[in-house]
């Protein structure tokens, strides 16, 4: 077969344009993203309880739902949000369920709940996690009134989904279309009428109800009693009753009618003028950059039909840095790809190592074919895999045209003669290289199965890894031969004359000699060598260990877009809101000015909003930042907040201020620590002790907890004496749930949008308990009395939110940490040490549960030490059927932990903290550097078949190894070297793995050739 293939005119070049074209056409169907897509495996059940305090929220609602949720099976974890008016309960399945089957359990489980409150609605049940942000699309005029505003955007959302692939669109900036009917109290009062009854009066006559319909001789008619108002200006004109004696009573009699969004501090600011946001999102299966091309030509289209009052801006832009980060990866592949050519050129002529280098491409198109059958995306981890592929992929395309060099510099230069060396040199490495493979297949697939989050992200590495080794041990048994045989015989004679690889090869040689005169002094001092090298060994680990190299789950990544979250305390008014970021962005302009001009591109304000407040009102806002691409600015995010921060005047008035990007990565927060096990207003105290005791530490920001006093409530309750005259507590409700809340009397549906009308009491007329008190109600009897002679009115603080997980109330703080000046398992583990020992004794029903950066980055450990055992294990069993004998694996095996020594160094010489990329780095090295040590085994055993002396053996393989594995650790180092030197801020999440291989692979290269012979010298020794 391999001899048909070799000398077969057009057989290798047939499958390598068979695999360049699978590839290339598998290319431009291949998704694009910056990480791969984290499976959620979350359902969530929200249901919605007008008006409800959280308490009401908590026992009445919350409860049920968890009850119901208790028997679904392969349940890990359960949450439920009790928040003002709704309640959101999140399940969680354990990693190795079944989703279809968890799904039917969920939807089955809360489809048969039927003790919710009357007032609540039905519950909503949902799949997280099935849409991803794409872009925003602000629409922008100073012209324009509000409601013509969001018609403008309701028109552009409709044709945007009908010219893009945009699985949604939402509309930011304004809350639901309402035609508000605000009733007078002194108004009721004239014509003695309740709220009740006006309610009742306008859906009698604001009615469109089909009435069947009339068969006539040649037509048949549809009947229908029609006097719906479709107009603001109808329904004031609404007739609500004509006495006999007097005029007819119209709605606007009585009551103000007007155009609102409810709730009204709904709005959005960009660049200080008024816009609608529209969000456009995608499926996780779409391409992001697809769906941004599309976006960006249908904004060039409509701002050219648009008049120049209008304007349209790209903002909140997740996805153009996705291109930023792929073209950066790329830039890196191809002068790594030209490093390791120059460096190939050294030892090889032109010819021959051109087709050495072609493997690279074509292996990964051809890995880039099976990609596609796996539905694995073009994205960080996978490029990053194709990167550590330049040179891991060199090592058996050198290793047999090195051996097929030499077996022709012995051979004749004539056709069979070329062929014959061709085929023993392939051969002669043959063993070994399919060895280094399956050992290279064991690691690697030890890594596939990392769990979490973080692992979900990682193990993309391994597997690209994987499939692109694979496609190109075929390349290097199968086309490569050939390629090199037809180099070969097309010349009169190898090109052993050129200066440069003269020069090289006569070094080379020199360095060889001194290299086995070392090798030789070794052996003579192994004893000391091995200690020495143990002992270099543990102080590699003791680094680790003490402290002294730092460990971070994920290394930062900028994004381009920051936001600063506002959060007054619960009642603030629009306008302190308002003033409060005033002076938010007055110090954000003197720091960014300071930095670098230019830096911030537009500001947008969202008020009402707040993602980590869990709840919406008008004293929160957000103040979104788009800024100059990472890959032009010169400013890191971290560095942007902490000159802000420093600009900042003292703010009375804020509760809470979080400086963050837009979504987490996949590691979660740096510090997350829930807290259960006893009544909320204690945890409320630990919560406050832990974020006083964190604040303490240089280098933590962005300190809150999810638990914050609420708004005031005043709880009415009807009197004894108002109870023994038949009044009770449910008509007590309804009247001022009515008055307060308001009652849905209408709803209108346009072409746009539906409109709600709904009834209630004028605003301005009740704002604080006296008022209340005096609050007019009316009676079944007719008569009307105030609120107190009838009910006690009590002031009570509310809550503003209720977490429960697994049926536990539960208060969490969270907090954010800056990498360049604290380290956050240091901050964690100084908590553990520290005050939690205290918190303890203060309170023994404490419960802690560490989530977050820590608790993923702990489980994908856990995961990868298990896998990376069972992978060691699959090694040694490899080798020692392969060797026939259990201490050689041993010996070959040694080239792991000395890795890890230029793992630790490497690190530190960087200045980078050790990180879960630099994990996978150094368990990938396993299943590189025992490659270099499993070919010196190799020879050694061929030398001692030989007749060689064990000692002679040993010394003799590191020398003929030597210029081989100088050849495979050079140019995976060049691969990864313009990786390994890259400033871009977007390279940070990378390096620590390229440093972990560079380093350890170099560390481990060197090491090797002195210490395997020292090993197997001592073998000799304890054989005696």
């Known amino acids: 077969m391999m001899r048909f293939i070799i000398e077969h005119p057009t057989a290798a070049n047939l499958l390598m344009l068979l695999a360049l074209v699978l590839g290339l056409n598998q290319l431009g169907s291949l998704k694009r993203e910056t990480f791969p897509h984290i499976e959620s495996y979350e359902m969530q059940a929200s249901v919605t309880y007008p008006g409800a ?296 002529n032109l010819r021959y190592t051109f087709w050495v280098v072609m493997g690279l491409p074509v292996s990964f198109l051809g890995g880039l074919f099976v990609l596609g059958w796996f539905d694995i995306s073009i994205n960080m981890m996978s490029m990053v895999a194709l990167l550590l592929a330049l040179g891991i992929l060199m090592d058996d395309a050198i290793v ?56 979900q992200v990682l193990r993309v590495v391994p597997m690209v890894l994987l499939i692109v080794v694979c496609v190109s041990l075929l390349e290097a048994f199968f086309i490569l031969p050939s390629h090199l045989f037809h180099s070969v015989a097309g010349e009169a004679k190898l090109d052993r004359t050129a200066r440069l690889r003269a020069w090289v090869q006569d070094h080379f040689e020199r360095w060889q000699k001194k290299l086995g005169n070392g090798v030789h002094w070794a052996i003579r001092w192994r004893y000391a060598v091995l200690g020495s090298t143990l002992a270099l060994f543990m102080l590699s680990v003791s680094l680790l260990v003490s402290g002294v190299l730092k460990f971070s789950a994920l290394p930062e990544l900028d994004g381009d877009v920051l936001q600063a979250r506002l959060l007054l305390p619960a009642g603030a008014t629009l306008a302190q809101t308002q003033q409060q970021v005033d002076q938010l962005q007055q110090a954000l302009n003197k720091a960014s000015n300071e930095l670098e001009p230019g830096l911030i591109e537009h500001q947008t304000v969202t008020f009402g909003f707040n993602a980590d407040a869990y709840e919406s009102g008008p004293h929160m806002a957000t103040v979104s930042l788009d800024l100059l691409s990472a890959e032009q600015r010169q400013t890191s995010i971290d560095e942007l907040i902490s000159a802000w921060q420093a600009q900042l005047p003292a703010l009375p008035w804020v509760s809470s201020l979080i400086f963050t990007e837009p979504a987490l990565g996949p590691a979660g927060r740096a510090i997350e620590l829930g807290f259960s096990g006893l009544p909320v207003a204690q945890l409320d105290q630990v919560a406050e002790q832990t974020r006083q005791w964190l604040g303490g530490f240089y280098g933590v920001y962005n300190l809150f907890d ?232 190799e020879f050694v055993k061929q030398h001692v078949a030989q007749g060689h002396a064990l000692a002679d053996a040993a010394q003799l393989a590191s020398e003929q190894r030597l210029r081989a594995m100088l050849l495979t650790t050079s140019t995976t180092v060049a691969g990864m070297l313009p990786l390994l030197l890259e400033t871009s801020l977007q390279a940070q999440v990378l390096i620590p793995l390229v440093i972990s291989v560079a380093f350890g692979l170099l560390a481990s290269s060197v090491l090797v050739l002195f210490v395997i012979p020292c090993l197997f010298a001592c073998l000799q020794d304890w054989r005696r």
């Not at 960009?270 to 816009?275: C, E, H, L, M, S």
């Not at 793992?903 to 994990?919: E, I, K, R, T, W």
Request: charge should be negative.
């Open 706 to 937: 999810d638990s914050r006093p609420g708004i005031a409530q005043l709880n009415v309750t009807l009197k004894a004496e108002a109870q023994r005259q038949g009044l009770d507590q449910r008509w007590l409700a309804n009247e001022l749930y009515a008055a307060f809340y308001g009652v849905k009397v209408n709803e209108q549906y346009t072409e746009l949008d539906d409109i709600e009308v709904r009834i209630a009491l004028d605003r301005a007329w009740v704002k604080n308990q006296d008022q209340l008190a005096l609050y007019p109600v009316r009676l079944p009897t007719g008569d009307t009395v105030a609120l107190e002679a009838i009910a006690d009115i009590e002031w009570q603080q509310g809550v503003q939110r209720l977490q429960r997980v697994d049926r536990q109330t539960t208060v969490t703080v969270y907090g954010s940490v800056n990498g360049l000046q604290a380290n956050s398992k240091e901050v964690i583990q100084a908590f553990q040490a520290q005050l939690w020992p205290q918190l303890q004794q203060q309170y023994p029903a404490l419960r802690l549960q560490l989530e977050g950066e820590l608790a993923n980055s702990a489980e994908t450990q856990q995961s990868l030490k298990q896998g990376f055992i069972l992978g060691l294990l699959g090694v040694f069993i490899l080798l020692s059927l392969q060797f026939r004998s259990y201490s050689e694996p041993l010996i070959v095996m040694l080239a792991i932990p000395l890795a890890l020594i230029g793992v630790v160094f490497g690190h530190l010489v960087m200045g980078y903290n050790l990180a879960m990329p630099s994990m996978i780095g150094f368990v990938s090295l396993a299943g590189i550097v025992v490659n270099n040590a499993i070919l010196i085994v």
């Open 53 to 348: 305090a959280v308490e009401t929220i908590a026992n009445a609602v919350c409860r049920p739902l968890e009850d119901s949720a208790t028997d679904v099976l392969n349940l890990q974890e359960m949450r439920c949000d009790a928040r003002s008016g709704r309640a959101l309960l999140t399940l969680t399945m354990a990693p190795d369920g079944d989703f279809t089957a968890f799904q039917a359990d969920v939807r089955s489980a809360i489809d048969g709940i039927d003790d919710l409150p009357e007032q609540a609605e039905e519950p909503v049940v949902s799949e997280l996690g099935q849409t991803q942000p794409v872009v925003s699309l602000a629409l922008t005029s100073a012209q324009l009134q509000r409601w013509q505003l969001k018609d403008l955007a309701e028109h552009l959302k409709l044709q945007l989904l009908q010219q893009s692939d945009a699985a949604r669109i939402d509309i930011d900036g304004f809350g639901q279309r309402q035609w508000r009917i605000s009733l007078l109290p002194e108004q009721l009062r004239r014509y003695q009428l309740s709220l009740q009854q006006v309610s009742q009066l306008i859906a009698q006559n604001n009615i469109r109800i089909p009435a069947g319909q009339l068969q006539g001789q040649r037509q048949v008619f549809d009947v229908q009693v029609d006097h719906e108002s479709r107009t603001l200006a109808q329904l004031q004109q609404l007739i609500l009753l004509s006495p006999s004696d007097g005029d007819q009573i119209r709605l606007m009699d009585i009551a103000r009618v007007e155009k609102v969004f409810e709730p009204l501090e709904s709005r959005i600011l960009f660049d200080g003028t008024p816009a609608a946001l529209l969000h456009i999102k995608k499926n996780t299966g779409q391409d992001s950059l697809d769906i941004l091309a599309q976006v960006n030509a249908f904004m060039a289209q409509q701002q050219q039909r648009l008049p120049d009052s209008i304007e349209l801006h790209l903002t909140q832009d997740q996805t153009s840095i996705i291109v930023d980060r792929l073209n950066m990866l790329m830039n890196n592949a191809w002068q790594g790809l030209l490093l390791v050519f120059v460096t190939l050129l050294l030892f090889f």
């Open 400 to 455: 047999i045209s090195e051996s097929i060099a030499e077996q022709l510099k012995s051979g004749n230069s004539d056709h069979q003669s070329i062929s014959q060396a061709v085929i023993a040199g392939v051969q002669r490495v043959g063993r070994g290289v399919l060895s280094s493979f399956a050992t290279t297949v064991l690691i690697f697939g030890s890594m596939i199965g990392l769990q979490g989050d973080l692992g």
